[in-house]
C-alpha cells in the first residue's frame, strides 16, 4: 500500500516538472517570436517624425521652363534646280546619260528645311545652323515659344563651322544666356531643346558623353560636344543647355543610320558658337587667320614611322603654294607642326582651329620637326578669304 502510494506521488511530481518545463518552451518560443515586432516597433518612427528621405533622379523642370522660352522654330523656302527626267532619281540611267539634264530640262522648285534657333540676344539676334538657312533662300519663318509667326532675315552665315545668325522683328524675347563650354566635363547633365519633326519646345536629357569630338565630316572646323540626349532631325540649330538653364551648344548633327536618334548627337560648344556669331553680326562674315593654302593631315603611326618620328602628335604639311606666307617663311612639305604660338598641336584639326582664332597682321611662331630636328619658325598671319552675308 505504501509503495503504491509513493509511486502515485512519483507520478505527480513527474507531471509537474514535465509541464513546468513544456510551458517555458512554448514561452522562450513565444518571446522570440515576438522579438522581431517589439523590435520593430522600437525601430518605427514615433509620430509626426519625417521618415527616411527616398533618392530621386534630379528635377529640371525650372531649367527646361525657363529656357525653352528662348528657342524658336525656323522653316525657311529655298528655291532648287530639279530635273524634269522621269529616270531622275533612276541610277542606271544616270550613270549612262549623266545628269546635265540635257535631255528633259530642268526646272525650279520650292525646297523646305525645318530647324531650330536659339535667340542670343535682346535685339532679337537668333543662332542657328548654316544648313538650316542655306541655298537660294526665298522666305525665312519663325515660330516663337508663344505661337507668334515672326518672319527672318539672314544676318551672316559660316559653312566652315555651320553656325549661322538671323534677326526677326520681334520685342521682349527671353534670351538663353550663354554659357562657358570650357567647363563642361563628360558626364555632366545637358537638356538638348528643339523643334524635332515639327514639335515645337521638345526638352530631352542626358549627359555630356564626350568633348573635343573631330573628324565627322560634318563640317571644316569641327570641335563638337558629344551628348546621348536625343537629337532628332528638326533639333538643328536648338540649344543644348546645361543645368544652369545656360547655353553651351548648339546641336548641329547626328550619327545614325536610319535618320533617327541612336543616343549620339553633336553641338557646337558655346565658345565657339558665341565668338562665330559675334563677328557676323559685327561684320556679317568671320575674320580668320590664315598661313596661305597648306594642306595638313593628320599624323598617324605610319607617316611618323616613315618620317623618324616617336609619336603621333602633331599635324603634317602634306602640300602648299609656294606663294603662301607659310612657303615663304620657310615651311616645307614634309614637317610637322608640333607648336603653334606655345600650344601643343594634337592633330591637323586642332591646327586648323588655332589658325582660326588667330588674328590677323600678326605673326605666329610655329614649331616644327623636319629630318628629327626640332625648329621654331616666325610665320605671317594673314585674314583667311570667307564667305558670310549673302
Not at 522683328?169 to 527671353?174: E, H, K, V, W
Not at 563677328?279 to 593631315?297: C, D, T
Not at 614611322?305 to 606666307?325: C, D, F, H
Request: charged content about 20%.
Amino acid at each position: 500500500m505504501l509503495r503504491r502510494f509513493f509511486f502515485a506521488v512519483v507520478l505527480v511530481i513527474a507531471g509537474f516538472a514535465f509541464g513546468l518545463v513544456l510551458t517555458g518552451r512554448f514561452r522562450s518560443a513565444s518571446d522570440s517570436v515576438a522579438a522581431p515586432a517589439d523590435q520593430a516597433a522600437r525601430t518605427a518612427p514615433a509620430a509626426g517624425q519625417a521618415a527616411a528621405p527616398v533618392a530621386t533622379l534630379p528635377d529640371f523642370s525650372a531649367v527646361a521652363s525657363r529656357a525653352s522660352g528662348g528657342i524658336v522654330n525656323i522653316s525657311s523656302v529655298s528655291m532648287v534646280r530639279r530635273s524634269n527626267s522621269p529616270f531622275a532619281n533612276d541610277p542606271f540611267f544616270r550613270q549612262f546619260f549623266g545628269g546635265d539634264d540635257e535631255w528633259f530640262g530642268s526646272r525650279l522648285s520650292p525646297q523646305q528645311s525645318l530647324g531650330s534657333g536659339v535667340t542670343i540676344s535682346p535685339d532679337c539676334y537668333l543662332g542657328t545652323n548654316n544648313h538650316v538657312v542655306s541655298g537660294n533662300l526665298r522666305d525665312i519663318t519663325t515660330v516663337l515659344a508663344d505661337k507668334r509667326e515672326v518672319h527672318g532675315q539672314i544676318v551672316g552665315r559660316d559653312p566652315a563651322t555651320d553656325i549661322a545668325v538671323i534677326r526677326i522683328n520681334a520685342r521682349n524675347l527671353p534670351v538663353v544666356p550663354w554659357g562657358d563650354s570650357s567647363r563642361l566635363k563628360v558626364g555632366q547633365w545637358v537638356l538638348a531643346i528643339g523643334s524635332p519633326f515639327q514639335l515645337n519646345q521638345t526638352v530631352t536629357l542626358g549627359i555630356v558623353s564626350a568633348i573635343g569630338r573631330a573628324g565627322l565630316g560634318v563640317s571644316e572646323y569641327e570641335d563638337f560636344i558629344q551628348t546621348d540626349a536625343a537629337i532628332n532631325p528638326g533639333n538643328s540649330g536648338g540649344g543644348l543647355v546645361d543645368t544652369r538653364g545656360e547655353l553651351i551648344g548648339i546641336n548641329t548633327a547626328i550619327l545614325s543610320e536610319g535618320g533617327g536618334s541612336n543616343g549620339v548627337g553633336f553641338a557646337v560648344p558655346s565658345n565657339l558658337a558665341r565668338r562665330i556669331a559675334d563677328e557676323l553680326i559685327r561684320y556679317g562674315e568671320v575674320r580668320r587667320g590664315s598661313i596661305g593654302m597648306v594642306r595638313f593631315v593628320t599624323l598617324t603611326p605610319e607617316l611618323a614611322e616613315q618620317l623618324g618620328i616617336k609619336g603621333t602628335r602633331g599635324a603634317l604639311v602634306y602640300s602648299m603654294y609656294r606663294t603662301s606666307p607659310a612657303y615663304e617663311a620657310g615651311i616645307r612639305p614634309g614637317d610637322v607642326v608640333v607648336r603653334f604660338n606655345g600650344q601643343a598641336v594634337e592633330d591637323d584639326a586642332q591646327l586648323r582651329r588655332l589658325l582660326s582664332d588667330t588674328k590677323a597682321d600678326t605673326t605666329a611662331r610655329v614649331d616644327v620637326v623636319r629630318e628629327g630636328r626640332r625648329q621654331t619658325i616666325e610665320v605671317p598671319v594673314v585674314q583667311q578669304e570667307t564667305t558670310g552675308r549673302d
